[in-house]
Each structure stands twice: as C-alpha cells, then as structure tokens.
C-alpha cells in the first residue's frame, strides 16, 4: 500500500471537496429556482446549522460525509459488494455501472427512486442542465438511503442539507468521484487498514493547523483533540499487541491450541515461568467461554485494533466448531467493544469492522449486527441530576449530587473521554424519565454502561499530548484522577487501561517511551512494578512510525497481565533499528530466540535502580551495583574547582586540519567553532 500516494491523494480530495461544497452552498444560499423552491425544508434545516456553527463547519461537516460515503462505495465497488458499482465504472466504460444500467432500462427494484422522472430525463422528455449528472445524482443519494438500514453509522439517511450541497460536477475527469476512483485502487481495497490511512490523512492538514497553534500556547481544545492526536498504527505493532494479549489469553486457556501457527508476533513464556493465571469468569468449560471473552480499544480511531481482533477472534470460533455462518455476528455481539470521542472516527470504525464481517460471510449485510462502538458525547447537567435517584451512598459515604457525582464528568465526554470512570452505584442509581431529557438519559445510561465496563483484553495506541497542550479543564481532571501519570495523556492511559482490566486480564499500549525513564513517572513506574506483570516489551525507539521523519517520537509497546508479579519478562530492544521495517525484521528474529536483543527480567530489580527506572538491558553486575550502599550515605556531593571558561582551558584536538591563520588566531575556541567534527581530549 503506498501512503504516500494515499497522502496526496485524501489531502487534494478534502481541499477539492471543501472548495466545491463552499460554492454550491453560496449557491444554494443565494439562487431562487425551482428545484431549490421544493426544498423548503432542507433551506430551513441549512439555515439552522449555519446560525448553530456557522459557514466553516457546515462546508466543512458535508464534506467530510461526502468523502466518507464515496469512500465507502468505492471500497465496496471493489469487493463486490454493489452490484452493479455505485461509483465505479463496468470493465472497458467510463461512467458508473449503476448510470450505465440506467441508461439501458435497469435499476435495482431495491432503490427508492423516481423511477420516472430518471425515463424522461433519459429519453430527453424533461430538459435538464446535466441530465447524467441529475440522474446519477439520483442513483447516489437511492444508494446511500438503501444502505442506511445496514450500516446506519456511515450512511445516514439523506433527506437533509446534505444532498442539497452535494457537488454538480459528478462524472467529468475532473469530478471528486473520479478522483475516489482514481486514488483508490482495487488493490488498495483489499485491505480495511486503508480506511484508517485514509481518515488519518484527511485530517492531517488541520493536525498541521492545531499544532501550530500550539508553538504559540494555544491550547488544544476538545474539537480539536482528534486531529491532534490521531496517529494510525503499523499493522505489525498492531498484531503484536492483540496477539500477546487475547491470543496469549487464549492460549492459556487452550494451550493445545492451533491458533499458535497464525501468530508470528506472540511472544512464548520464558521457561520456568508459573502459567500467567485466567479470569475466573473465564475457567468455565464449553461453548460459552469464548463468547464471554470481551475486548476493548478505549481509543478507538478508525478501528485498526478490533479489525485484526475480529480475525483472530475468528479463528479462534473456527477451532471451537462453530457455523462459519454465525462467526461474524457472535463477536460483534459478544466480543469487541470500542469508544472514542470522534464521531468521524468511530463511523470509519463501524464501516471498517462490518467490511470486515462481510469479507467471512458474504450474506452478512442482509441482516448485520451493528458493533459495539460509541462516541461519546457530551450531556447536560440538568438531565444528569434530573436521572439519578439521591440520596446515594458510594463506598458507605453518602454524596453530594453536585460535587461528587463522577456522571458530572459527562458534561465534558468530548474533552476527557474513556478517561472517565463511573461509580457501579451512580449506574445503577440511573432512572430514566419521560420529558425533554428522556434522549440524554438514555444517552447517559449508554456511555456511563461503556465507561463502567470490564474486559478481558484491553488494547491501544493512547493520544499523546503533553500537559503543556492540554486545556485547563482537562489539566485539572488528570491532576485530581490520575496524579501518578499527569504529566501525559499517553501515561493516564495506562492506569485508565488497567483500570478497565479484570483481575487476570491482559492490556497492551503503545506508547512514548518516557514513562519508563523520566522522573515525572517514578510513582506511576514504583506502582506497575508492584502491581502487574510485565509479560512483554517492545522497545522500539525512534522511528516506529513510517509516515513521520526523523527522531519526532520515541516508542516502547508493551503487554502486561493484571496479576501480582512473579514471572520473567520478555524484553526486546529495537531502538538501534533505523526503521519500521527493520524494527518487525528484527523482532521476528529476537521472538525466534535468534538474536542479542532479546533480554529476560524480573521485574523487581527495577526498585533497586534509582528512580525505578526500567533498564531491563542491564547485566547481573549492574544489577547488583544498585544494591550496594549509595555514596549519600556517607556524604553529599558537590561540585569542586573548575576552570569558568572551558573553551579556553582545555585542549581540543580537531579531527581536521586548522590552517595557519586559523592557528594564529587570537580567540581559538572562535576558531574551533568554525569547524564541525571536534574531538575533546
């Protein structure tokens, strides 16, 4: 898959969308004729929008579902999923199968379209300005609306503004639509991570715009929180994570299983280690183990991590003896669960997991089973104090509605997110009441249900975003709810994971890897060494991500069981690697056992280093160096006698020659400046 070509492409599309979205709405706004007399309605909801958010946002909301739902097509044009193809031309024509079948009489009896007005625009009875592009303006809008009821997330239904806005030029060359075509291939298509590229690369010019905004203390606000933070995983560290995680919890469970063989990424137990110990809901026999196993990616984004689980949660039923059938809907239903706060993202998500249920079941979408996804959103205060039932106690202690609910932090659900953790006696607490608020209460019951969850596997690649960007509100929740790790997003993440854990669960991140060396996250490390096990550990340094340069972000991904510490564990150290293909190289040789990068810990001998910090590299010797006494036992240290201007005190032996006059010059350190490559001796 070529990105870079993806890269061009999903940015020129935004800019081509945004630019012609902008005129037909001028248009719209400004023209009288009759086509537009018979949308009063949609005239009237426009209208709404832009006073609620204004020009900008609406142009900018449309065309984002006009590239989701293009996108959508296309991809489904290339599996075969239409029939005829919505955007995508019959093999040897130009125009849309779907217009070309128009053209000769036929249009699926499935549409709900006007059927005559489609004959006698095509038989030249009714003029129109483009009378192709009416009628497959047409044929596009009956498709969105048809798909509705199978994948509502990404197909709304289309009665609104959104079709009035709706670009003229639909079939020239130089149409959005040919560009959809054009970018993606069929060969792009195979593969659901495209959709994960292709939103990551939409929105990137405006990651590009907050984070220059940043440089000049301009804090990241909470609509502005997904573009930040959006970074699209490499599939090989996306494998890794599931793997050591449900495909170890798995493997415990079935040690006899063949699920091994499809898992290059799994990392084996070190001999001598005690077998990592299985939630007790789990130690069950029969059928019903594996449909309780539940799965969550608490930062959902497009959903990469749930796609590759679906495929391992697949193979998994198939081993079992299920109906290949069934397979897809039992893990929508039982198994993978996602939350975000981006509403763009989790629709893509959506789409992406039921492209994926359709590639195992080709009569999946006939009766689908929508994931169990949610984007989070924000409530109001009123219809919160107005659903729950006081006086309540949490913990013996009786609560205050107005300062000690934690269903209050909903009213911020798009700024802090999965971060949020809801009291089991605040939802049970929870009664839904006919009025003005019944939708909100409703909505609460659904998020404060999500946010109270537990999992057996929870997985993820976190947000970073440092304490200097966050907004003041989003500052002062992680300082009061998550002090060991406030100083980052992607540290809070790893206690609110754990958090979502069940006792002998497993989680994975990946993450910057500053929280294991920095001393902001001393308390945060002295708390996982006592508390979990550290059952694996990529290190994997700068250059992890291909699709940024140079040094930018410094990486480890890792898994740990929720369990007491006991055992060894597996560490490998890939920072030296130059990148992110070299790095999955080099891991595959180190999980082979054929490499000296691969190094076994205990995880204790960390609280004997200063600082706690994880030097998992370190030999016997250096390990036992930290157990001797510390020099501050016997006295502080200080810094003695020292010459104030080094430069001109100590001697440097150039690694070039210095010519003569350099030689003579009277300020010699000015002169050693000049050259790059200094040696000090």
């Not at 070529?2 to 012609?20: G, H, P, Y």
């Not at 023209?31 to 009237?44: I, T, V, W």
């Not at 995983?233 to 499809?262: A, F």
């Not at 754990?498 to 910057?512: E, H, R």
Request: aromatic letters at 10%; one cysteine or more; charged letters at 25%.
């Amino acid at each position: 898959m070529d990105t870079n070509r993806l890269k061009r492409f999903a940015k020129e599309a935004r800019i081509k969308l945004l630019q012609q979205i902008s005129l037909k709405l001028e248009y719209v706004l400004g023209h009288d004729s009759a086509e537009l007399r018979g949308k009063e309605a949609e005239l009237k909801q426009l209208q709404a929008e832009i006073n609620r958010v204004g020009k900008a946002q609406v142009i900018d909301t449309v065309a984002y579902t006009w590239f989701n739902r293009l996108m959508a097509l296309r991809f489904m044009d290339a599996n075969g999923y239409n029939i005829p193809k919505v955007v995508t031309p019959a093999p040897g024509m130009s125009i849309p199968e779907i217009l070309q079948n128009a053209q000769a009489g036929s249009i699926d009896t499935d549409l709900k379209v006007d059927r005559d007005r489609i004959r006698v625009l095509l038989t030249g009875r009714a003029t129109s300005k483009d009378t192709h592009g009416e009628v497959y303006r047409m044929l596009l809008v009956a498709t969105c609306n048809y798909w509705h009821s199978a994948m509502p997330y990404i197909f709304e239904k289309i009665s609104d503004y959104t079709e009035l806005l709706l670009p003229d030029d639909l079939l020239s060359d130089y149409s959005i639509v040919r560009d959809i075509r054009d970018g993606m291939t069929n060969e792009d298509c195979l593969e659901e991570e495209l959709i994960g590229w292709l939103y990551q690369f939409y929105i990137s010019d405006k990651k590009d715009e907050v984070f220059e905004k940043l440089k000049k203390n301009v804090k990241i606000t909470p609509e502005n929180i997904p573009a930040a933070t959006q970074l699209f995983t490499p599939h090989w560290i996306v494998r890794y994570m599931v793997e050591n995680t449900l495909g170890k919890l798995w493997m415990t469970i079935r040690p006899d299983s063949k699920l091994r063989d499809h898992m290059p990424y799994y990392i084996e137990s070190p001999e001598g280690n005690s077998p990592a110990p299985i939630p007790e809901d789990l130690l069950t026999t029969g059928n019903s183990q594996l449909t309780s196993i539940r799965f969550l990616d608490p930062c959902l984004g497009s959903g990469h991590v749930l796609v590759y689980a679906f495929s391992l949660f697949y193979r998994v039923y198939e081993e079992e003896g299920y109906n290949a059938n069934e397979i897809p809907g039992l893990i929508l239903e039982n198994n993978l669960f996602g939350i975000d706060i981006d509403e763009r993202a989790v629709q893509l998500a959506s789409f992406a997991l039921a492209m994926k249920a359709r590639s195992y079941y080709n009569r999946f979408l006939r009766k689908p089973v929508q994931p169990n996804v949610i984007d989070l959103k924000n409530i109001n205060e009123e219809a919160i104090q107005d659903a729950v039932k006081l006086p309540l106690r949490i913990q013996g202690k009786r609560i205050d509605r107005h300062k000690d609910l934690s269903l209050h932090l909903l009213t911020q659900a798009d700024n802090f997110g999965s971060l949020i953790q809801i009291e089991p006696e605040e939802l049970s607490a929870i009664q839904l009441k006919p009025g003005i608020w019944q939708n909100q209460q409703q909505s609460i019951i659904e998020q404060a249900t999500y946010l109270r969850g537990k999992f057996h596997c929870v997985v993820t690649n976190p947000p970073y975003m440092g304490s200097k960007g966050m907004n003041s509100a989003m500052r002062s929740f992680v300082e009061r709810f998550y002090s060991r790790s406030k100083s980052d997003l992607m540290a809070v993440f790893i206690e609110r994971c754990l958090s979502f854990t069940m006792p002998y669960g497993k989680t994975a991140l990946i993450n910057q890897h500053s929280w294991m060396f920095l001393g902001s996250y001393e308390d945060l490390r002295s708390y996982l060494i006592d508390n979990v096990q550290f059952e694996t550990m990529l290190h994997l340094g700068p250059r992890t991500f291909p699709e940024i340069g140079g040094e930018v972000v410094q990486n480890t991904a890792f898994s740990f069981g929720k369990y007491p510490p006991t055992n060894e564990g597996v560490f490998i150290r890939l920072t030296d690697f130059e990148n992110s293909q070299l790095k999955e190289s080099k891991a595959i040789e180190a999980i082979k056992k054929r490499s000296d990068w691969l190094y076994y810990s205990l995880q204790n001998v960390f609280k004997n280093i200063p600082g706690c910090l994880i030097l998992y590299w370190l030999n016997d010797n250096y390990r036992k160096s930290f157990e001797n006494e510390k020099l501050n036992f016997y006295g502080m240290s200080k810094r003695g006698l020292q010459p104030g201007n080094v430069p001109q005190f100590v001697r440097f032996w150039p690694e070039i020659s210095l010519n003569k006059a350099e030689m003579m010059a009277n300020n010699r350190s000015e002169a050693l400046r000049s050259k790059k490559k200094v040696v000090q001796i």
